[in-house]
């Protein structure tokens, strides 16, 4: 069965403090690796996919990395507006469209 | 990236009563649509696969016959939530594949059932 897991649950950080959110994931063929993130009420913004182990994609603070078990989600030196949910999702490939998401990092970024 | 929108953002009913939610992909045709359910502090769970012209597939657990889908167009489909009840206020929210993209999702719906 896929199964995503991410840590931490938590994460409050001071403004420009880096840190890093991981992602752990057993899937049967993996398709894709997709990160979100998610504000309170609203639905999820998409911010990156990663397809094979190795891959590296960036996006202003952020910047995401994929090896074989897991992914993590660098933020570098962020800002109170990073404050989200960052969500992990994984699609199979024998389930196109289907996405098992992870249960969320909870990111609080204080000035 | 591709706009998914949803209707509507929020909705107050009383419990035994249905619920439509819409989702439409705007600028472009989705002949698949994602329907996930969200519960306060928890991640968003599948559903039900609704395809455009045939029956909807449900998730294990999934009640077919309390959450009704049609996806009568390319550019829509509905869920209904049928005789809702204090338990299936969630956060609802569909999403919509772009071949080779990644799925963007809608705003979401809250449903709240007295």
């Known amino acids: 069965e896929d199964q995503v897991t991410q840590s931490p649950e938590a994460l409050r950080l001071q403004e420009g403090e880096s840190s890093s959110l991981n992602c752990s994931y057993t899937?049967?063929?993996?398709?894709?690796l997709f990160w979100y993130r998610q504000d309170p009420g609203k639905g999820p913004e998409f911010l990156f996919t990663?397809?094979?182990a190795g891959e590296e994609k960036e996006k202003e603070r952020l910047k995401a990395t994929l090896t074989k078990k897991e992914s993590f989600l660098h933020i570098t030196a962020p800002k109170p507006e990073d404050s989200a949910t960052y969500l992990c999702?994984?699609?199979?490939?024998?389930?196109?469209?289907?996405?098992?998401f992870g249960a969320g990092t909870q990111v609080v970024v204080t000035p | 990236g591709a706009v998914v929108s949803q209707h509507p953002s929020w909705v107050i009913c009383k419990s035994g009563t249905s619920v439509k939610i819409e989702c439409r992909s705007l600028?472009?045709?989705?002949?698949?649509m994602f329907w996930y359910r969200q519960f306060p502090k928890q991640s968003l769970m599948l559903m039900a696969t609704?395809?455009?012209?045939?029956?909807?597939?449900?998730e294990q657990g999934v009640e077919k016959d309390k959450f009704l889908i049609n996806h009568a167009s390319l550019t829509l489909s509905t869920l209904t939530v049928t005789s809702a009840h204090p338990e299936d206020s969630s956060f609802y929210i569909c999403?919509?594949?772009?071949?080779?993209?990644?799925?963007?999702f809608g705003p979401g719906t809250r449903l709240t059932v007295l």
């Open positions: 999403s919509a594949p772009l071949s080779r993209q990644p799925q963007f």
């Open positions: 600028d472009f045709q989705a002949t698949t």
């Open positions: 990663l397809y094979s």
């Open positions: 999702a994984v699609q199979a490939e024998d389930s196109w469209g289907k996405l098992q």
């Open positions: 899937v049967s063929g993996l398709r894709g």
């Open positions: 609704s395809n455009e012209g045939s029956k909807a597939t449900y």
